[in-house]
């Protein structure tokens, strides 16, 4: 049994870890949908919209999974941590009232979309209900997004001993994090998505190399990798130089740079022994160019900070895989173009999708898919053990704020029973409306045959 | 505006959207409860999904808003809610997930045990929504156990008999919503057999709705004190038993849809009835009367107030018209039981 903060901090990370997938695939796939039945409007391919509707099937799923995880983190915001209620609760009612309003459109369009779609049915209205669910789905992630800003660099609020005062509720919710942050949640959700569709594209075509419709999708799903891929980068970089300027500790706390200097190297990865840094791979002034923008700029340091305001040095290897892993994805796509590009005298994507990629690139697809939802999950570890030891940066800690029922212990165990449940309700219903084939089958026909070099049926 | 009109516009519109959300809901609760015994086959069981599968989410949403709006306007009514209520918004909780996984999954896998697992659930859970719900607000009304040093309030002192009684009350007339809007919706031997139910269901729910009357004005006397000060304000409840009777008569002239929106009126007027006698508190302490928060002791600061409530004049009217031009559009025709979509895979 755990104490009853521990207890509240595992409940809260396990609540979030499971929320963060549904949550992502809710924001981004969507869009998708929305794309492709815009484009399906516009060329008037059915094939396109079919993927849409197929998407949506799927993507209903997931929201209902959302909306569990998502409720769990309302109750829990009360019941586990009331202290932090009682101090930031006025500041961030904003966001989290207007988060409701956009999940209306997301459930009212929903139902209409998926009941009123029809093969033949008018494509102007699949496109704009398609478009206002994606619009909903953004607007709560820039919403809920906002709040965790406001936790990082509070604004909008005199917070003292008496209590929180002169609370400015949309000051609060647009504070100097918000705009970094709303712009690389939504990109890499976005990014994200578009692996977690294209996996299951490059299943089909593992099953049938000739299926257009799953082409076609995957051209769709690989173009929006590219684009918001490379967003996610430039949106990431953008976040490294604000905490340059606002959140130093985590900066330094994810890149190890535990002294005050001029011309930082960069250190990836490496071990933390005895006080010192080995085996990491270095590269000089890596670090100020990074924060800065020039090789001589100073970066400060871990050591700026007293020992009780650093974050964990852990956090490092979260920032460099999510980074690694985000350019991994990245290369993916952008193999998917440069093959397209060399090929590009056949033109047609369902071509290209059947005979002019190797056979490796489609079950690669398949394990991008976990890969890219893993990224975020690491970028969100990293964005909140980042925070520490703050729950509110400069104002509270995250110890003071915690409930002091023991009853909450117990608790872990009954939520974590629920979300395994749920993930394995969503793997056997996603199965199910995707082809039923078992586990080993999908298995073999995915990783099957691989040494033969081409796909099979080019 | 005067400093003290604000909380009160706050708690007009905190009325209303638990008001909206006890409507909406009421009917996919009622139907989720009497599922099995309504459908025969698998048809039948898409027919009733499909009646209430383009509505649920949407409907479900005015109940995260009226917990965003409490939280947002009155935050110390919240805290308190919270600290009284935690058990059974924790069941709520997990009974809110099993109604929504039940209803969408029961027909995505094609297994007989995972198809009846997830029937039941959703009947169970459709029931414990509606029962949880109903106690919580008769308790609301009857008042909480807290004084000034805190919650003393548990789950045995919320089953009260006047508590289980506003459980079964709001129960009742939530199937009595569920079936007459199945009827509204579906065609053929179904509709019939459903407005067979409903007729039942009416009697059971004027006698519930009677007593629970009764008790209210014997057993909740605190609520009387505004009624007894505005005399005319006894027009609400007579208003929510007319609109009852009303029910019978217009079921059997074939106006389902006046029926429903009857059966409605009574959740919703019933609902009005216990908020006019409980304002201006909106947490009444049994224990401890003068511990009871008020609208205005539990608002939150002026400016915060006003911003939600030009977010909430703003954006309820467009969900509201948005949510209504959804319905319309969705009751052009009844379902064709042989022809229903319902949730396959």
Do not use: C
Request: hydrophobic share 55%.
């Amino acid at each position: 049994m755990w104490d009853p903060l521990t207890a509240s901090r595992i409940l809260t990370a396990l609540t979030l870890s499971f929320h963060i997938l549904f949550a992502t695939i809710g924001v981004g796939v969507p869009l998708y949908i929305a794309l492709a039945e815009w484009r399906a409007m516009r060329i008037g391919d059915r094939d396109l919209s079919r993927s849409a509707y197929r998407w949506g099937k799927g993507y209903a799923v997931t929201v209902a999974l959302g909306v569990v995880t998502g409720t769990s983190i309302g109750l829990f915001l009360n019941l586990l941590w009331p202290p932090f209620m009682a101090l930031a609760g006025q500041t961030i009612a904003l966001p989290l009232f207007l988060e409701t309003f956009a999940f209306f459109l997301e459930a009212i369009f929903l139902g209409l979309y998926l009941y009123t779609w029809r093969e033949d049915g008018p494509p102007l209205r699949n496109t704009l209900y398609a478009a206002v669910i994606a619009l909903g789905a953004s607007a709560s992630a820039f919403f809920i997004t906002s709040v965790n800003a406001f936790m990082n660099t509070p604004a909008g609020a005199r917070i003292t001993a008496e209590g929180t005062l002169d609370v400015h509720p949309v000051q609060a919710m647009f504070s100097p994090a918000t705009a970094t942050k709303t712009v690389h949640v939504l990109l890499s959700a976005y990014f994200a998505s578009a692996f977690v569709l294209a996996a299951l594209s490059a299943y089909e075509l593992r099953r049938d190399p000739r299926d257009t419709r799953a082409a076609k999708a995957l051209r769709l799903a690989m173009q929006g990798a590219l684009l918001f891929g490379v967003g996610t980068v430039l949106s990431g970089d953008f976040s490294g130089k604000f905490l340059a300027a606002y959140q130093p500790e985590k900066l330094a706390a994810a890149e190890w740079h535990f002294t005050t200097q001029g011309a930082a190297p960069l250190r990836l990865f490496g071990l933390w022994e005895d006080g010192t840094v080995r085996y990491a791979l270095t590269i000089p002034y890596g670090l100020s160019v990074l924060a800065k923008g020039t090789p001589s700029a100073v970066v400060t340091g871990l050591d700026a900070f007293p020992p009780e305001d650093r974050p964990p040095l852990v956090v490092h290897y979260f920032f460099d895989l999510m980074v690694v892993f985000g350019f991994l994805l990245l290369a993916l796509a952008a193999y998917y173009w440069w093959r397209v590009w060399r090929t590009r005298s056949v033109g047609q994507a369902e071509e290209v999708a059947t005979g002019r990629l190797p056979a490796w690139f489609f079950p690669a697809l398949v394990v991008a898919a976990p890969l890219s939802l893993m990224t975020v999950e690491l970028g969100w570890y990293f964005a909140e053990m980042g925070r520490l030891p703050w729950i509110v940066r400069g104002i509270a800690r995250v110890g003071e704020t915690a409930t002091e029922n023991p009853a909450v212990s117990w608790l872990v165990y009954v939520f974590l029973a629920l979300y395994v449940l749920l993930t394995a309700i969503a793997v056997r219903v996603l199965a199910a409306i995707y082809g039923s084939e078992g586990p080993e089958t999908a298995f073999r026909r995915l990783f099957g045959g691989l040494r033969g070099g081409e796909s099979r049926g080019s | 505006m005067p400093e003290q009109a604000l909380p009160v516009i706050w708690y007009v519109l905190w009325v209303v959207l638990w008001v909206v959300y006890f409507v909406l809901d009421s009917k996919t609760l009622g139907l989720g409860t009497l599922f099995p015994f309504l459908a025969r086959n698998e048809r039948e069981e898409a027919a009733l999904q499909e009646a209430v599968g383009p509505f649920w989410d949407g409907d479900e949403v005015w109940l995260i808003t009226a917990g965003g709006a409490t939280f947002a306007a009155f935050p110390l009514t919240y805290a308190v809610m919270f600290s009284a209520l935690y058990v059974p918004f924790f069941l709520l909780l997990f009974a809110l997930f099993y109604r929504a996984v039940g209803l969408e999954f029961m027909s995505k896998v094609k297994d007989p045990g995972w198809h009846n697992a997830w029937r039941w659930a959703f009947t169970v859970a459709s029931f414990l929504v509606i029962l949880l719900l109903g106690v919580a607000f008769a308790n609301l009304f009857y008042g909480l156990d807290f004084d000034a040093s805190g919650n003393k309030t548990t789950l045995f002192t919320l089953l009260n008999p006047y508590g289980i009684l506003g459980g079964l009350t709001f129960v009742t007339l939530a199937l009595l919503s569920g079936t007459i809007w199945g009827a509204f919706k579906v065609s053929g031997e179904l509709e019939k057999r459903l407005e067979g139910y409903a007729h039942t269901l009416w009697v059971v729910a004027l006698a519930l709705f009677s007593i629970y009357m009764v008790a209210t004005a014997n057993r909740a006397s605190h609520l009387l004190a505004n009624y007894n000060q505005v005399p005319v304000l006894y027009v609400i409840p007579a208003l929510a038993l007319l609109l009852l009777l009303l029910v019978k008569p217009l079921l059997s002239r074939g106006a389902q849809l006046g029926a429903w929106l009857a059966t409605s009126g009574t959740i919703a007027l019933l609902l009005v009835t216990g908020f006019v006698g409980l304002f201006p508190n909106m947490l009444y302490s049994r224990t401890a009367p003068e511990a009871s928060i008020t609208a205005y002791q539990a608002a939150a600061s002026p400016l915060t107030q006003t911003v939600m409530l030009g977010v909430a004049l703003a954006l309820v009217p467009v969900v509201i018209g948005y949510q209504f031009w959804a319905y319309k559009k969705f009751s052009e025709r009844k379902i064709d039981v042989e022809e229903a979509k319902g949730y396959g895979a």
